[in-house]
T-cell receptor
Framework: AQSVTQPDIHITVSEGASLELRCNYS??????LFWYVQSPGQGLQLLLK??????LVQGIKGFEAEFKRSQSSFNLRKPSVHWSDAAEYFC????????????FGKGTKLSVIP | DADVTQTPRNRITKTGKRIMLECSQT?????MYWYRQDPGLGLQLIYY???????NKGEISDGYSVSRQAQAKFSLSLESAIPNQTALYFC????????????FGPGTRLLVL
Protein backbone atom coordinates (compact mmCIF):
# COMPACT_ATOMS: atom_id res chain seq x y z
CA ALA A 1 0.00 0.00 0.00
CA GLN A 2 1.13 3.50 -0.71
CA SER A 3 2.40 5.61 2.16
CA VAL A 4 3.85 9.06 2.72
CA THR A 5 6.35 9.81 5.45
CA GLN A 6 7.18 13.21 6.80
CA PRO A 7 9.85 12.40 9.36
CA ASP A 8 9.84 15.77 11.09
CA ILE A 9 6.77 16.46 13.22
CA HIS A 10 7.86 19.96 14.24
CA ILE A 11 10.59 22.24 12.93
CA THR A 12 11.62 25.63 14.28
CA VAL A 13 13.67 28.05 12.19
CA SER A 14 14.70 31.66 12.52
CA GLU A 15 13.22 34.23 10.21
CA GLY A 16 15.48 34.64 7.19
CA ALA A 17 16.97 31.17 7.52
CA SER A 18 16.61 28.52 4.86
CA LEU A 19 14.10 25.70 5.17
CA GLU A 20 13.86 22.14 3.98
CA LEU A 21 10.91 19.89 4.81
CA ARG A 22 11.34 16.23 4.03
CA CYS A 23 8.90 13.90 2.33
CA ASN A 24 9.41 10.28 1.33
CA TYR A 25 6.88 8.04 -0.31
CA SER A 26 6.40 4.36 -0.84
CA UNK A 27 4.63 3.56 -4.07
CA UNK A 28 4.62 1.00 -6.87
CA UNK A 29 5.22 3.64 -9.52
CA UNK A 30 6.00 7.33 -9.48
CA UNK A 31 2.84 9.04 -8.31
CA UNK A 32 1.68 12.59 -8.67
CA LEU A 33 3.26 14.59 -5.84
CA PHE A 34 1.90 17.59 -3.96
CA TRP A 35 2.71 19.94 -1.11
CA TYR A 36 -0.10 21.68 0.73
CA VAL A 37 0.07 24.30 3.49
CA GLN A 38 -2.44 24.80 6.28
CA SER A 39 -2.30 28.08 8.15
CA PRO A 40 -3.87 28.17 11.62
CA GLY A 41 -7.65 27.95 11.38
CA GLN A 42 -7.56 27.63 7.62
CA GLY A 43 -8.11 24.98 5.00
CA LEU A 44 -5.36 23.49 2.87
CA GLN A 45 -3.79 25.49 0.08
CA LEU A 46 -1.80 23.93 -2.73
CA LEU A 47 1.82 25.10 -2.77
CA LEU A 48 3.09 23.11 -5.72
CA LYS A 49 2.79 19.82 -7.56
CA UNK A 50 4.89 17.49 -9.68
CA UNK A 51 3.47 15.49 -12.55
CA UNK A 52 6.34 15.08 -14.99
CA UNK A 53 9.25 16.89 -16.61
CA UNK A 54 11.64 19.11 -14.71
CA UNK A 55 12.26 17.58 -11.31
CA LEU A 56 12.63 20.98 -9.65
CA VAL A 57 9.19 22.48 -9.25
CA GLN A 58 8.43 26.08 -8.39
CA GLY A 59 5.40 26.96 -6.33
CA ILE A 60 3.71 29.88 -4.71
CA LYS A 61 5.11 31.98 -1.86
CA GLY A 62 8.70 31.35 -2.94
CA PHE A 63 8.64 27.60 -2.29
CA GLU A 64 10.19 24.95 -4.46
CA ALA A 65 10.43 21.17 -4.30
CA GLU A 66 12.71 18.65 -5.90
CA PHE A 67 11.63 15.20 -6.97
CA LYS A 68 14.32 12.54 -6.61
CA ARG A 69 13.21 9.23 -8.04
CA SER A 70 16.19 7.30 -6.68
CA GLN A 71 15.37 8.40 -3.15
CA SER A 72 11.56 8.38 -3.49
CA SER A 73 11.63 11.87 -2.08
CA PHE A 74 9.94 15.17 -2.75
CA ASN A 75 11.46 17.68 -0.34
CA LEU A 76 10.14 21.20 0.02
CA ARG A 77 12.54 24.13 0.26
CA LYS A 78 12.57 27.86 0.74
CA PRO A 79 15.76 29.94 0.78
CA SER A 80 14.56 32.54 3.29
CA VAL A 81 11.67 31.94 5.66
CA HIS A 82 9.23 34.68 6.62
CA TRP A 83 7.24 34.80 9.86
CA SER A 84 4.06 34.33 7.81
CA ASP A 85 5.31 30.89 6.71
CA ALA A 86 4.53 29.49 10.15
CA ALA A 87 1.96 26.80 9.39
CA GLU A 88 1.58 23.07 8.97
CA TYR A 89 2.82 21.51 5.76
CA PHE A 90 1.51 18.33 4.21
CA CYS A 91 3.05 16.20 1.51
CA UNK A 92 0.60 14.11 -0.52
CA UNK A 93 0.66 11.59 -3.35
CA UNK A 94 -1.91 10.38 -5.86
CA UNK A 95 -1.80 7.48 -8.31
CA UNK A 96 -1.42 8.21 -12.00
CA UNK A 97 -4.16 5.77 -12.94
CA UNK A 98 -6.97 3.72 -11.49
CA UNK A 99 -9.16 4.79 -8.59
CA UNK A 100 -8.04 8.15 -7.43
CA UNK A 101 -7.12 8.69 -3.79
CA UNK A 102 -4.90 11.37 -2.37
CA UNK A 103 -2.73 10.01 0.44
CA PHE A 104 -1.35 12.53 2.90
CA GLY A 105 1.62 12.48 5.19
CA LYS A 106 1.01 13.35 8.82
CA GLY A 107 2.32 16.86 8.43
CA THR A 108 5.22 18.99 9.63
CA LYS A 109 4.48 21.97 11.81
CA LEU A 110 6.77 24.92 11.12
CA SER A 111 7.45 27.55 13.77
CA VAL A 112 9.34 30.71 12.89
CA ILE A 113 11.39 32.62 15.46
CA PRO A 114 11.61 36.38 14.87
CA ASP B 1 -10.65 28.73 -1.18
CA ALA B 2 -13.87 30.75 -1.51
CA ASP B 3 -14.99 28.48 -4.35
CA VAL B 4 -15.53 25.65 -1.87
CA THR B 5 -17.76 26.43 1.08
CA GLN B 6 -18.63 24.36 4.11
CA THR B 7 -21.45 24.77 6.59
CA PRO B 8 -21.47 24.95 9.50
CA ARG B 9 -17.93 26.09 10.33
CA ASN B 10 -18.25 24.95 13.91
CA ARG B 11 -20.64 22.49 15.53
CA ILE B 12 -21.11 21.06 18.98
CA THR B 13 -23.37 18.06 19.33
CA LYS B 14 -24.12 15.27 21.76
CA THR B 15 -23.45 11.56 21.52
CA GLY B 16 -26.16 9.78 19.56
CA LYS B 17 -27.34 12.80 17.61
CA ARG B 18 -27.53 12.80 13.82
CA ILE B 19 -25.78 15.67 12.14
CA MET B 20 -25.06 16.74 8.59
CA LEU B 21 -22.13 18.70 7.26
CA GLU B 22 -22.62 20.39 3.93
CA CYS B 23 -20.25 21.29 1.13
CA SER B 24 -20.89 23.39 -1.94
CA GLN B 25 -18.56 24.31 -4.77
CA THR B 26 -18.70 26.77 -7.64
CA UNK B 27 -15.63 25.42 -9.44
CA UNK B 28 -17.65 23.20 -11.75
CA UNK B 29 -15.66 20.15 -10.70
CA UNK B 30 -17.02 16.64 -11.04
CA UNK B 31 -15.14 15.12 -8.13
CA MET B 32 -15.76 15.82 -4.47
CA TYR B 33 -14.23 14.40 -1.30
CA TRP B 34 -14.67 14.36 2.46
CA TYR B 35 -11.69 14.11 4.81
CA ARG B 36 -11.23 14.24 8.53
CA GLN B 37 -8.18 15.66 10.21
CA ASP B 38 -6.97 14.63 13.63
CA PRO B 39 -3.91 16.14 15.29
CA GLY B 40 -0.79 14.21 14.35
CA LEU B 41 -2.60 11.98 11.85
CA GLY B 42 -2.85 14.18 8.80
CA LEU B 43 -5.93 13.87 6.63
CA GLN B 44 -7.84 10.66 6.11
CA LEU B 45 -10.32 10.10 3.30
CA ILE B 46 -13.87 9.30 4.38
CA TYR B 47 -15.80 9.22 1.08
CA TYR B 48 -15.33 10.43 -2.45
CA UNK B 49 -17.61 10.95 -5.41
CA UNK B 50 -16.59 11.13 -9.06
CA UNK B 51 -20.04 12.26 -10.17
CA UNK B 52 -23.59 12.36 -8.89
CA UNK B 53 -24.11 8.62 -9.35
CA UNK B 54 -20.64 7.47 -8.34
CA UNK B 55 -19.89 7.39 -4.60
CA ASN B 56 -17.06 5.45 -3.05
CA LYS B 57 -15.86 4.64 0.43
CA GLY B 58 -12.52 5.93 1.57
CA GLU B 59 -10.25 4.51 4.22
CA ILE B 60 -12.40 5.46 7.25
CA SER B 61 -16.06 5.38 6.14
CA ASP B 62 -17.52 3.48 9.11
CA GLY B 63 -20.00 5.65 11.01
CA TYR B 64 -20.42 8.07 8.12
CA SER B 65 -22.68 8.37 5.10
CA VAL B 66 -22.77 10.82 2.21
CA SER B 67 -25.17 12.25 -0.32
CA ARG B 68 -24.32 13.86 -3.65
CA GLN B 69 -27.39 15.96 -4.24
CA ALA B 70 -26.02 17.69 -7.32
CA GLN B 71 -22.71 18.22 -9.04
CA ALA B 72 -22.06 21.16 -6.74
CA LYS B 73 -23.21 19.68 -3.42
CA PHE B 74 -21.82 16.86 -1.32
CA SER B 75 -23.06 16.26 2.23
CA LEU B 76 -21.55 14.18 5.01
CA SER B 77 -23.77 12.69 7.71
CA LEU B 78 -22.97 11.19 11.06
CA GLU B 79 -25.97 8.97 11.76
CA SER B 80 -25.25 8.62 15.46
CA ALA B 81 -22.37 10.80 16.54
CA ILE B 82 -19.78 9.49 18.98
CA PRO B 83 -16.98 11.37 20.80
CA ASN B 84 -14.17 9.88 18.69
CA GLN B 85 -15.71 11.59 15.66
CA THR B 86 -14.61 14.88 17.15
CA ALA B 87 -12.33 16.25 14.46
CA LEU B 88 -11.84 18.83 11.75
CA TYR B 89 -13.67 17.89 8.56
CA PHE B 90 -12.66 19.09 5.12
CA CYS B 91 -14.44 18.96 1.82
CA UNK B 92 -12.39 19.08 -1.38
CA UNK B 93 -13.03 19.12 -5.11
CA UNK B 94 -11.06 18.29 -8.23
CA UNK B 95 -11.74 18.16 -11.92
CA UNK B 96 -11.65 14.95 -13.90
CA UNK B 97 -8.69 15.95 -16.01
CA UNK B 98 -5.09 14.99 -15.66
CA UNK B 99 -4.15 17.43 -12.95
CA UNK B 100 -5.87 15.68 -10.04
CA UNK B 101 -5.29 18.78 -7.96
CA UNK B 102 -7.69 19.02 -5.05
CA UNK B 103 -9.05 22.30 -3.73
CA PHE B 104 -10.12 22.42 -0.12
CA GLY B 105 -12.85 24.18 1.78
CA PRO B 106 -12.18 26.00 5.06
CA GLY B 107 -13.21 23.07 7.23
CA THR B 108 -15.86 22.29 9.84
CA ARG B 109 -14.75 21.85 13.42
CA LEU B 110 -16.98 19.25 15.10
CA LEU B 111 -17.11 18.51 18.80
CA VAL B 112 -19.11 15.50 20.00
CA LEU B 113 -19.80 15.54 23.72
Amino acid sequence: AQSVTQPDIHITVSEGASLELRCNYSYGATPYLFWYVQSPGQGLQLLLKYFSGDTLVQGIKGFEAEFKRSQSSFNLRKPSVHWSDAAEYFCAVAPRSGSYQLTFGKGTKLSVIP
Amino acid sequence: DADVTQTPRNRITKTGKRIMLECSQTKGHDRMYWYRQDPGLGLQLIYYSFDVKDINKGEISDGYSVSRQAQAKFSLSLESAIPNQTALYFCATSDSGVSETQYFGPGTRLLVL
